[in-house]
């Protein structure tokens, strides 16, 4: 009897190598289109501030819009990259093979949300926390978090520690896998965000400072 490999990748919730290519090239299409609506229909109506602005003392700052619009904007070229991978596909390669969305996808979104939650929670408690140490152990004597969120390093310990454990635990999901050099380029890479926003932005707050 012979084989119906059709039948068979149906049967097993396999597609074919070619469908891959199909989901990238709208995946692409719907980010860039997703930019657009943004920054032609969304941001002007909801933000009311343009992208740079000068505050009280005619210093150049940035805007509301600045943060959203520089978002969207690193989505541009991850969508680009999606819809030429499909338009001018390389030798040999049909994309890769997407199937039905199964509970090992449902289960991978819902390490993705709980990651999300406990780094953001790190993000919050973090600063509170070391102040709660360094005025146990005699080095302050902070009344709060508040009264230290102006200083170096209470400030940014919350975004530090939120944003390691955020990234260090999608190399992990993403990976299988965390060794020491995953764990140092996430603290590189925090630690520039943090000298790019806090150190050479002016009136920048990292959080969760803004919400004090």
């Known amino acids: 009897m012979t084989s119906r490999p059709a039948e068979d990748q149906a049967d097993t919730g396999q597609a074919t190598p070619g469908q891959g290519g199909s989901w990238n090239l709208w995946l692409g299409l719907g980010t860039l289109a997703f ?11 909801d933000i009311g501030s343009g992208f ?11 805007g509301d819009a600045f943060f959203p619009v520089l978002l969207v904007g690193l989505m541009v070229p991850l969508a680009v990259l999606l819809v030429l991978s499909q338009l001018r596909p390389r030798a040999g390669s049909t994309g890769e093979p997407v199937g039905h969305i199964g509970l090992s996808n449902l289960g991978f979104l819902g390490q993705i949300i709980l990651l999300t939650g406990v780094s953001l929670m790190a993000m919050n408690w973090a600063g509170t926390g070391l102040v709660a ?10 009344s709060g978090y508040r009264a230290a969120s102006a200083t170096f ?3 940014v310990s919350g975004f530090f520690a939120g944003g390691v454990l955020l990234t260090c635990g999608f190399i992990r999901i993403t990976c299988h896998r965390l060794g020491l050099r995953h764990i140092l380029v996430a603290m590189a890479v925090v630690a520039g965000l ?7 932005l002016n009136d920048i707050q990292l959080p969760p400072n803004a919400d004090l």
């Open 194 to 200: 943090i000298l790019l926003f806090d150190g050479l």
């Open 133 to 142: 140490l360094t005025n146990a152990i005699g080095l302050t004597a902070f």
């Open 153 to 155: 390093p209470f400030d």
């Open 52 to 62: 740079l602005q000068k505050n009280l003392t005619g210093r150049t700052v940035p």
């Open 35 to 45: 930019v657009v609506l943004c920054l032609l229909v969304w941001f002007p109506r």
